[in-house]
């Protein structure tokens, strides 16, 4: 006998709000699913979120998406990797590729060839330059990755920077084709079992009642419906990540086109630079403790490389997480779930990384089977704190001696298994991979030897090359990807080609 579809209704409609409604729509059977969104225009959304990283290429192509037709339509361009300047100490910079470095040899990772010829002495430069997509970004230059995986061409992924409110708006469009339903209204009250406790209804201000089987609450820093409704604590990370408010700001776009993003650390925090196609995104992440919002307005302002196009924007935060993401039949997505600084990019993979956990789990007209709660937050936990982890590594590790904040991140406590980490990288070049979560090897590596730790020792199955082939396998990478890489197109041109927005379209006023 047919039965009546689960009723889902998704809080929000912002970048997690749309990103849910897209997934599940395209995930899950139609005739299983009723799938309704409730946005606030009032309200509004965060307004900020515009670089990404490689996983989103994924979710675009799950749900089928065109790439060049996303690219016009959110001002987009493609991002290699993050530069950092000023993490280690003042003067110093390095990038965290998306790709890897070096190739394996003897069946060994990279990284402890390398160790092993720099601890010897040898005359072979830092790890960093044995990175394709950092030379590409280097040059300013950017083409897609080779296809076959034998050429150094291949060693590479890419992301996008895009126009935060423009890719909600492409997600909504998506989603509605698709049999999504909208509703605009602002949330008044919440109506609950007396028994179970789960969600039953929410009512609009207009006086209208929406019930549903099962609710996701991306309803942002409100966290309506997990915090607020069912009560779930929230989980303070200040103690390891204690900037707490940034202000933002577009500027005019300037030449040449970047494929990175740029963080430029600073005495209370650290500014994000975004090249997008229309306009430049430029923000201030700071520490209200180290830095008084007055200097942090001032310092943005001074270090744009454009005219300013809108006021700046002071947003508030604490980075944290939920205890639990999934409680009775409510599931916080985005902000609604956690908060960790924009730093590595990482709010929006984390958004993906839930919908795409949800679609795996998803209740039926059955019922909510706990265990498949209790995997959802298992699953949301290892995401979090790992993502925790890496980005608290860009802190911890400075050499910035005698700024108050840097000194404060350098000498706290850390948490276990970062410190675990960075103990085994010191030890003997060993940086392991996670199966589940952020980040994977080459990144650790990209940060960890950026940061300036350096090994001790290596894996000592890397003696089985003399130091003569060592040398001269290290010579002939380093020669191949200069040549490949110097004959790749410029990012601008290569964006002027393959996605120009319209040159009409107006930068969003409030976004950065
Ligand atoms: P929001 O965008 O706040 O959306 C919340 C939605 O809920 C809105 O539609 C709102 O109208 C609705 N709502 C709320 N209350 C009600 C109610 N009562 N009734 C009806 N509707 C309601 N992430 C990245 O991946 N990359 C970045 O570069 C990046 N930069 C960032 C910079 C800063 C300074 C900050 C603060 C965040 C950044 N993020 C970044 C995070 C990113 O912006 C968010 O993860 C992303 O935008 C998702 O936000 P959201 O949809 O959870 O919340």
Redesign the pocket.
């Known amino acids: 006998m047919p039965t009546a579809p689960l009723k889902v209704v998704i809080?929000?409609?912002?970048?997690?709000?749309?990103?849910s409604a897209a997934g599940l729509v395209r995930l899950l059977a139609s005739a299983d699913y009723d799938l309704t969104l409730?946005?606030?225009?009032?309200?509004?959304?965060?307004?900020?979120?515009?670089?990404?990283?490689p996983h989103i290429k994924t979710f675009n192509d799950m749900l089928g998406i065109n790439e060049a037709e996303f690219m016009r339509d959110t001002q987009a361009t493609f991002k290699l990797g993050i530069e950092f300047v000023g993490w280690d100490k003042p003067g110093d910079a390095y990038i965290h590729p998306f790709g890897t470095f070096g190739e394996p040899w003897a069946g060994l990772d990279f990284q402890h060839h390398w160790t092993r010829a720099m601890l010897a002495g040898e005359d072979v430069g830092p790890l960093h330059d044995y990175s394709y997509a950092i030379e590409a970004a280097n040059n300013a230059a950017f083409e897609f990755p080779n296809e076959d995986t034998k050429s150094i061409r291949s060693t590479y992924a890419y992301a996008y920077?895009f126009d935060?409110g423009l890719y909600?708006n492409f997600l909504r469009g998506w989603a509605m084709a698709r049999g999504v339903s909208r509703i605009e209204?602002?949330?008044?009250d919440v109506g609950r079992n007396a028994g179970s406790g789960h969600v039953e209804t929410?009512t609009?201000?207009s006086g209208a009642v929406i019930a549903g089987d099962l609710f996701i609450d991306?309803?942002?820093?409100?966290s309506?419906l997990l915090g607020q409704t069912m009560g779930v604590a929230w989980q303070d990370w200040s103690e390891w990540l204690p900037c707490d408010r940034?202000f933002?700001v577009p500027c005019a776009r300037t030449e040449p086109l970047l494929p990175y993003?740029r963080a430029t650390a600073q005495p209370g925090g650290w500014i994000?630079r975004?090249g997008l196609q229309h306009r430049t995104?430029n923000?201030h992440?700071f520490s209200s403790a180290f830095c008084s919002e007055d200097q942090a307005r001032e310092t943005l302002l001074g270090q744009l490389d454009g005219a300013a196009l809108a006021e700046p924007r002071l947003?508030r935060?604490q980075a944290g997480r939920r205890a639990k993401a999934w409680e009775g039949n409510v599931i916080g997505?985005?902000?609604?779930?956690g908060?960790l600084?924009?730093l590595e990019?990482?709010?929006?993979?984390?958004?993906q990384a839930a919908v795409t956990d949800l679609a795996n789990l998803m209740p039926t007209r059955g019922g909510i089977d706990r265990r498949l709660a209790d995997e959802y937050n298992r699953l949301f936990e290892v995401h979090y704190d790992r993502t925790r982890d890496f980005i608290v590594l860009h802190y911890c590790a400075n050499r910035r001696e005698g700024e108050p904040l840097w000194d404060h991140v350098r000498n706290m406590r850390l948490p276990d298994s970062l410190a675990h980490k960075i103990a085994l990288f010191e030890a003997n070049a060993a940086a392991p991979d996670y199966k589940y979560g952020l980040f994977s090897r080459d990144s650790w590596l990209a940060v960890l030897v950026g940061q300036g730790i350096v090994p001790r020792g290596y894996n000592r199955l890397a003696d089985s090359l003399t130091l003569d082939e060592l040398g001269s396998k290290l010579r002939d990478l380093k020669r191949r990807i200069r040549t490949n890489a110097a004959a790749m197109t410029g990012h601008g041109d290569f964006i002027a080609n393959y996605c120009p927005a319209p040159t009409a379209a107006k930068p969003m006023e409030s976004a950065?």
Do not use: N, Y
């Open positions: 809080v929000g409609g912002g970048t997690a709000g749309w990103m409730i946005e606030s225009d009032e309200i509004g959304t965060v307004g900020v979120g515009e670089a990404t990283l920077h935060a909600a209204g602002q949330i008044v929410v609009l201000k991306c309803s942002g820093f409100r309506l940034a933002a993003t994000w975004i995104g923000g992440v947003l935060f997505i985005g902000l609604a779930g908060f600084e924009p990019s990482t709010s929006i993979f984390l958004i950065a």
